[in-house]
């Protein structure tokens, strides 16, 4: 079993939609919770950034942590083409540590 | 925000020969950097952290000998991929920072 499963994907919405993009996580001392967002050959790009439990809003995304269910998600709201792209979701055991990764799921919004 | 560039962008190379990038932090100091690899549609899987100063620590099934790893600087890192084979093309992606994690651009590597 993974460390991190994240479901798979791939999504298509029209433009407009709500997504929930979603992770679970089985090594319950991860603190340090990210969603990334990668571009066909490119480096991810940090998208939200949670320590612990709790909810996180960033505009039109929302990175919400349930540490008791080991769960992660990830929502965008009024979702645009632009935000076609594959989301990762990845976990740390400490600040700016090594980072575990979940498979990634492919987006794509139709315009 | 913080900057972490890569060099190459991409390389082409034969079979048996050796390929270095480079991971540099371009606005910050970095004692740790970390280097992962994609494969396509899959995601990133850590291969080592480099550690300014000291020896690299390499994840499980990770050939050290094969991946060599050098920290000399606060602000670079290498990896030499030696002796290359086809099975060692990938997309090699760097990151380091101190507050979270920086990821360089990534350097796609094909060895024919």
């Known amino acids: 079993q993974k460390e991190v499963e994240q479901d798979p994907g791939p999504l298509s919405v029209p433009e407009g939609a709500i997504v929930s993009l979603n992770c679970t996580y089985s090594?319950?001392?991860?603190?340090?919770f990210m969603w990334y967002r990668q571009y066909s050959r490119k480096g991810p790009e940090l998208l939200m950034y949670t320590y612990s439990s709790g909810n996180k809003e960033d505009g039109r995304f929302t990175a919400q942590v349930d540490k008791s269910s080991k769960y992660i998600s990830l929502f965008i709201r009024d979702s645009q083409p632009s935000d076609s792209a594959t989301y990762l979701c990845a976990m740390s055991l400490e600040v700016a540590g090594k980072s575990t990764f979940g498979d990634g799921t492919t987006l794509t919004v139709k315009p | 925000g913080a900057v972490v560039s890569q060099h190459p962008s991409w390389v082409i190379c034969k079979s048996g020969t050796s390929v270095k990038i480079e991971c540099r932090s371009l606005d910050f100091q970095a004692t740790t950097m970390f280097w992962y690899r994609q494969f396509p549609k899959q995601s990133l899987m850590l291969m080592a952290t480099s550690n300014e100063g000291s020896k690299a620590t390499y994840e499980q099934g990770v050939e050290k000998d094969k991946f060599l790893i050098n920290h000399a600087s606060l602000t670079l890192s290498t990896l030499t991929v030696t002796s290359a084979h086809p099975e060692d093309s990938s997309f090699y992606i760097c990151s380091a920072g101190t507050n979270e994690q920086f990821f360089g651009p990534g350097t796609r590597l094909t060895v024919l």
């Open positions: 090594n319950s001392a991860f603190q340090y």
